[in-house]
């Protein structure tokens, strides 16, 4: 019985079955591997209810996976064939082969690419919906810490938000005079290029005005600002976090949001109203001086056709925007750099989420602004 391994088929009592005798080793693996390739391929016209290892002389782990390998193979609608004659020696290793593959979750089918679009689209909205959330929750805190800012002045920071106006606002203002300048001279020229058409090259004045004043020198600014000082602040928060200084604050017994969000939130705040009306005025130069040089308008009609397209109300709108486009950049900004975790590459994706995220809010909330003031008639 100690010889090569064998696995005979059998008439039982109750209907085929098989014996399997010999050393079912390692050694012989081989050849119990075709012994049971045989044997599977068989059963699929008529299975075995019976397996008798009482022949074995010698079972390994090999041999005990293949017995296991088969028995599962006979198996019809649950009803496993039956194991007999199995020495008390090789019980545990049996038992612990069988029992290997059952913590296996079963493999699931894949699923189609109308499923894996809708579940897409469900985790992107999860994601708004989180956005959101966290976005209302870090409004709240920065409230609350004004709110006990206000009640106790000396707490304030004045330093910071001077040394975070200077950075914000100060030295952002080559950049945004550059950019806003730029626009304005592209404004005007493609202006006077499609109205001289009609002989309406005058018109160019109104075109620049208005939607300088009430919407491109306040959104150009407000995206430079969302890629220059929202990514700064994300960057600054984000490092302060991997280094756990956020955490040593708070062990500290100081809110990190009032000593740390706060300052930045309100030098946004006070900065870009500054940066718009001098981003329009930028604009504004840029597009007289292409009116004048490749329209022929003269600075002077220049000037007195301004005076008629604009009014006062085109500039308000224009300056009631920058505030609440500068505190939702800042919140965005601050909140992705508390977001971050302990790694680089979550220092980068957070930041790069800090400027769509801004650029995106801020857009929005151009439209709101848009619809709301043509409301009421502004």
Same mark, same amino acid.
């Given at each position: 019985?100690?010889?090569? @391994?064998?696995?005979?088929?059998?008439?039982?009592?109750?209907? @085929?079955?098989?014996?399997? =005798?010999?050393?079912?080793?390692?050694?012989?693996?081989?050849?119990?591997?075709?012994?049971?390739?045989?044997?599977?391929?068989?059963?699929?016209?008529?299975? +075995?209810? !019976?397996?008798?290892?009482?022949?074995?002389?010698?079972?390994?782990?090999?041999?005990?996976?293949?017995?296991?390998?088969?028995? &599962?193979?006979?198996?019809?609608? *649950?009803? =496993? /064939?039956?194991?007999?004659?199995? =020495?008390?020696?090789?019980?545990?290793?049996?038992?612990?082969?069988?029992?290997?593959? *059952?913590?296996?979750?079963?493999?699931?089918?894949? /699923?189609?690419?109308?499923?894996? $679009?809708?579940?897409?689209?469900?985790?992107?909205?999860?994601?708004?919906?989180?956005?959101?959330?966290?976005?209302? *929750?870090?409004?709240?805190?920065?409230?609350?810490?004004?709110?006990?800012?206000?009640?106790? @002045?000396?707490?304030?920071?004045?330093?910071?938000?001077?040394?975070?106006?200077?950075?914000?606002?100060?030295?952002?203002?080559?950049?945004?005079?550059?950019?806003?300048?730029?626009?304005?001279?592209?404004?005007?020229?493609?202006?006077?290029?499609?109205?001289?058409?009609?002989? =309406?090259?005058?018109?160019?004045?109104?075109?620049?005005?208005?939607?300088?004043?009430? !919407?491109?020198?306040?959104?150009?600014?407000?995206?430079?600002?969302?890629?220059?000082?929202?990514?700064?602040?994300?960057? !600054?928060?984000?490092?302060?976090?991997? &280094?756990?200084?956020?955490?040593?604050?708070?062990? $500290?017994?100081?809110? /990190?949001?009032?000593?740390?969000?706060?300052?930045?939130?309100?030098?946004?705040?006070?900065?870009? /109203?500054?940066?718009?009306?001098?981003?329009?005025?930028?604009?504004?130069?840029?597009?007289?001086?292409?009116?004048?040089?490749?329209?022929?308008?003269?600075?002077?009609?220049?000037?007195?056709?301004?005076?008629? +397209?604009?009014?006062?109300?085109?500039?308000?709108?224009?300056?009631?925007?920058?505030?609440? $486009?500068?505190?939702?950049?800042?919140?965005?900004?601050?909140?992705?750099?508390?977001?971050?975790?302990?790694? +680089? !590459?979550?220092?980068?994706?957070?930041?790069?989420?800090?400027?769509?995220?801004?650029?995106?809010?801020?857009?929005?909330?151009?439209?709101?602004?848009?619809?709301?003031?043509?409301?009421?008639? $502004?």
């Amino acid at each position: 019985m100690d010889g090569a @391994p064998t696995l005979e088929r059998l008439a039982g009592q109750d209907g @085929p079955a098989l014996r399997a =005798a010999g050393a079912w080793t390692a050694q012989h693996a081989g050849a119990i591997e075709r012994l049971v390739r045989d044997a599977e391929r068989r059963a699929r016209k008529e299975a +075995a209810v !019976e397996i008798d290892v009482s022949h074995i002389a010698r079972l390994d782990t090999f041999g005990a996976w293949l017995i296991e390998r088969l028995r &599962r193979a006979l198996t019809r609608e *649950n009803n =496993a /064939p039956r194991l007999t004659g199995l =020495a008390e020696d090789y019980r545990g290793l049996v038992e612990a082969v069988r029992n290997a593959g *059952n913590d296996a979750e079963p493999r699931q089918k894949e /699923p189609g690419a109308i499923v894996l $679009m809708l579940a897409a689209i469900g985790h992107a909205m999860s994601e708004v919906a989180d956005t959101l959330i966290q976005l209302a *929750n870090m409004t709240g805190a920065i409230i609350l810490a004004g709110l006990r800012i206000a009640v106790r @002045p000396q707490t304030f920071r004045f330093t910071s938000l001077i040394h975070h106006m200077e950075q914000v606002g100060w030295r952002a203002v080559p950049i945004m005079v550059l950019i806003t300048f730029l626009i304005g001279c592209i404004i005007a020229q493609q202006g006077i290029f499609h109205f001289r058409k009609f002989g =309406a090259d005058v018109y160019v004045v109104d075109m620049v005005g208005v939607l300088v004043l009430r !919407e491109i020198g306040v959104l150009i600014v407000a995206i430079m600002v969302a890629g220059r000082s929202g990514s700064a602040y994300t960057a !600054e928060l984000g490092s302060m976090k991997m &280094r756990e200084e956020i955490d040593a604050l708070r062990t $500290m017994g100081f809110d /990190p949001v009032e000593v740390l969000i706060v300052p930045r939130v309100l030098a946004l705040i006070i900065a870009m /109203p500054i940066l718009a009306f001098i981003g329009s005025m930028a604009a504004l130069y840029g597009g007289g001086l292409v009116a004048w040089l490749y329209g022929g308008l003269q600075p002077d009609i220049f000037l007195s056709r301004l005076r008629e +397209a604009i009014s006062l109300d085109h500039f308000k709108v224009g300056m009631i925007k920058a505030p609440f $486009m500068a505190a939702v950049i800042g919140v965005i900004a601050c909140l992705e750099g508390f977001n971050v975790r302990g790694s +680089a !590459e979550s220092l980068g994706s957070h930041t790069t989420s800090s400027v769509v995220k801004s650029i995106f809010f801020v857009i929005v909330l151009d439209g709101v602004f848009a619809i709301f003031f043509a409301s009421i008639g $502004m």
